[in-house]
């Protein structure tokens, strides 16, 4: 590599001293430059985004907050653009249960479109709170008898289908790789089911926020454009119903509820477990607001014999 680096350098220099009368101008990518610093409070970057500008322009702050145990409970980050002009900024929020650093909100321009809530059980569990199940392939059909239209919709309910920007911990916050045609191989940082005794309770992601908070730092778009991308119902909610039984942490039921403009559909799974904490049952049910009959569709049942 640093053989095929050299030539490449040798190269450009003869073509750069051949033409004689060439100019060289320099500018730097303004993409987050990451660091290793343990116990820094702030930190400015600027870069000279230009070829034609010497000028250093602000392309990224970073602000800490530590707690008395040096734990890092806020992180600001600003991110500029247009060569500084304006900027969005976003605070992710850490909250301290049993001993423990766990996401708790994200902001953007100051609005929260990202929560978190967790419990504490008493329970003796030592590690990962693992899955109960997989989740079973699920489709949604959508009939328009009048304008003849059909329409087919996947589900993955995975919490894990979320990225978030929390500090991965190995525990609380992992990092799984994905691989997208796309835009390749990635890290993606998600959030796990609990550690020891410590489980989420609640997850809560709300796109249109996130979209409401970014619009505070652009130039205002048309009244009709805001009304489609701004709206305020729209969000993601997963609920997760714990128990201990036999000493041992059991998800009793878990509920996925995705809101769009006064519309809902709400996904809920019901597990039993025996007297040792055994799965025994587990039922998958769904409702809708467009369904007519407004009661709820059993999609999956599975029985446990031991």
């Known amino acids: 590599m640093k053989k095929t680096l050299m030539r490449t350098l040798v190269l450009v220099s003869l073509v750069l001293f051949a033409t004689g009368c060439t100019t060289v101008s320099y500018s730097a990518g303004r993409s987050y430059v990451g660091f290793a610093t343990d116990g820094v409070k702030s930190v400015q970057q600027t870069k000279k985004t230009s070829f034609s500008d010497d000028a250093l322009y602000s392309t990224y702050d970073d602000e800490f907050v530590y707690d008395e145990d040096g734990n890092v409970i806020k992180h600001i980050q600003t991110q500029y653009f247009d060569n500084g002009a304006k900027y969005d900024e976003y605070v992710v929020v850490y909250q301290k249960i049993g001993g423990n650093i766990l996401p708790e909100s994200v902001a953007i321009n100051g609005v929260v479109y990202m929560e978190v809530e967790y419990d504490i059980l008493s329970a003796d569990h030592e590690g990962k709170i693992k899955e109960a199940s997989s989740t079973p392939e699920i489709a949604q059909n959508f009939r328009n008898y009048i304008l003849f239209v059909n329409q087919n919709i996947n589900w993955n309910i995975d919490i894990e289908n979320f990225d978030v920007p929390f500090r991965s911990d190995g525990k609380f916050v992992s990092t799984e790789e994905s691989l997208s045609f796309y835009t390749g191989l990635s890290m993606d940082k998600v959030l796990t089911l609990g550690y020891d005794n410590i489980v989420i309770k609640r997850f809560y ?93 059993m999609l999956f049942e599975q029985k446990l014999n031991y």
């Open 205 to 297: 992601h709300s796109p249109s926020k996130y979209r409401a908070g970014y619009n505070l730092s652009v130039d205002s778009l048309s009244s009709e454009m805001e009304e489609i991308i701004d709206d305020e119902s729209r969000n993601t909610t997963f609920t997760f119903e714990w128990d201990v039984v036999a000493g041992e942490i059991v998800q009793k039921g878990m509920t996925l509820k995705e809101n769009m403009r006064g519309d809902y559909l709400e996904f809920f799974i019901e597990r039993d477990y025996d007297n040792s904490g055994r799965r025994i049952s587990e039922i998958w049910n769904v409702i809708d607001s467009e369904s007519k009959s407004g009661e709820p569709v």
